[in-house]
């Protein structure tokens, strides 16, 4: 992605999006998050939003990077100069590059858990207990900061030597293979679990459960799962050729994000239900320790696709890591100015201090709370998807509304339809910043400040 030329075909962008927006956020994120809010009203409200707010959003921060540049804080200004606005929307950039470091600090714990339970799962879960590896791995503060290191030392390898070419090969293989192995995963959930009672846990509509907080976990993982609001997608729309058609990229990357995400819900799920020891409330560990369950069962089998499972999510959580961190290195790149391996080697150690703060939430400081954030992993997780994210896509979605759609083409934007462009600006200008806003603030003061106002 470091070099100036444009992706010369529109599969690069696609694949590369694709690669982006699925990851953990899809096969750990969505079903743990979905089991914490008590599944339904989640669930709707999340493929709600994900059509109302996340397509448009996504839209907007492409076109953003296709008009302006590559870095965020480049592309904002590039951008605000051409509409004759303030420069002072370089904010936007500055939130993208925090979000970046911020979702960078946890995500690669977890993708490190990720590559730890491939290689135990080499080994076979047959006749241990879940609950006892999982606890047994997390409770090592050494143990958990060396697989994130692995991890990250991973992610600034590829990063520093550049990533287009690569990625672009790797994911033609591994977005299919990773698609069909949850499809098989679904299968296998609906034959050796309880199939009908997680569809109707996963989409039932359950009006009890609303709450500022549901809506802000909601619309926060739509956000986070289709890699919004954090400049990411901006670097991605700059390097997309001319004649693709945002709508319909962009169209494509959302249903694809959307369905790997419905579908790990329903792998899971269906064994969660039955196994009486699985709890769908049982957060972060939710798909570790369901997935060994199911590993364990499978025996000999389980040998062989469990190491498979981990590796392409790790693959995944990979491709996803790349692009959250993308965005800073170029802007370090371009600020300092500076190589892009020096860049790489700022960012990443930035994101090394982050990671052991949230690591020692696992184990060390698991008892540290703040209101009702439990720990300093989640509250890196809270700061990063419901704080910051909610905050840049307001601000991409307000600047696109009311700036930016002042220049735009629509049909250099590959728009087809003069209404559709009119209800994406619509959307834009008065829905999403405010519809984000009012719950943004509602869902803050009921986390931290337990205040619930519905
Ligand atoms: N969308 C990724 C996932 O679901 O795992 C995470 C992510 C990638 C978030 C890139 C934000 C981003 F810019």
Redesign the pocket.
């Given at each position: 992605m470091q070099s100036n030329t444009r992706w010369n075909n529109n599969l690069a962008f696609l694949l590369a999006a694709t690669g982006?927006?699925?990851?953990?956020?899809?096969i750990w994120?969505f079903p743990y998050k979905a089991g914490e809010n008590g599944g339904g009203l989640f669930v709707l409200l999340y493929i709600f939003f994900v059509i109302l707010l996340g397509l448009p959003v996504f839209m907007a921060e492409v076109a953003i990077g296709k008009i302006g540049k590559k870095d965020p804080v480049s592309a904002m200004i590039n951008t605000a100069e051409k509409t004759n606005s303030t420069k002072n929307w370089r904010v936007v950039g500055y939130l993208g590059i925090l979000?970046?470091l911020f979702?960078g600090g946890y995500?690669a714990v977890i993708a490190g858990l990720v590559i730890n339970y491939g290689f135990i799962s080499a080994s076979g879960f047959i006749g241990k207990d879940p609950t006892v590896i999982y606890d047994t791995e997390i409770s090592s503060f050494l143990e958990m900061t060396f697989w994130f290191l692995l991890f990250l030392a991973l992610t600034g390898f590829v990063l520093a030597r550049g990533i287009e070419k690569g990625i672009e090969s790797s994911m033609r293989i591994l977005m299919p293979t990773l698609f069909f192995l949850i499809i098989l995963m679904v299968g296998y959930g609906a034959y050796r679990g309880d199939m009908s009672a997680a569809l109707s846990y996963l989409f039932s509509w359950k009006a009890e459960q609303f709450s500022a907080a549901t809506m802000q976990a909601a619309i926060g993982q739509a956000f986070?799962?289709?890699?919004?609001?954090?400049?990411?997608?901006m670097a991605f729309g700059y390097y997309m050729p001319k004649e693709q058609k945002v709508p319909g990229a962009s169209s494509i990357v959302v249903t694809a994000?959307t369905s790997v995400a419905l579908l790990a819900g329903l792998a899971i799920f269906p064994l969660v239900f039955a196994f009486p020891f699985l709890d769908p409330n049982a957060g972060t560990e939710l798909v570790f320790k369901t997935m060994s369950t199911a590993f364990a069962e499978l025996g000999a089998i389980g040998q062989f696709v469990g190491p498979l499972f981990y590796l392409l999510l790790a693959v995944?959580?990979l491709s996803?890591?790349i692009?959250?961190l993308e965005?800073s290195v170029l802007w370090v790149q371009e600020r300092m100015p500076t190589t892009r391996t020096r860049a790489t080697f700022i960012v990443i150690a930035i994101c090394i201090i982050l990671c052991l703060i949230s690591v020692s939430g696992f184990n060390v400081l698991k008892d540290f709370k703040v209101g009702s954030l439990e720990n300093p992993f989640e509250m890196m997780k809270y700061i990063a998807d419901d704080f910051l994210?909610l905050l840049g896509g307001t601000g991409i979605s307000a600047f696109v509304g009311w700036r930016l759609s002042k220049i735009i083409d629509l049909e250099k934007l590959g728009f087809k339809s003069k209404l559709l462009f009119s209800a994406w600006i619509f959307i834009l200008r008065w829905v999403s910043p405010l519809f984000l806003m009012v719950i943004w603030v509602l869902g803050n003061l009921e986390r931290i400040f337990f205040i619930k106002f519905f």
């Open positions: 982006s927006a699925v990851g953990l956020g899809n994120g979000s970046n979702i995500y986070f799962s289709l890699s919004i609001g954090m400049g990411t997608l994000d995944a959580a996803s890591m692009s959250i965005p994210l």
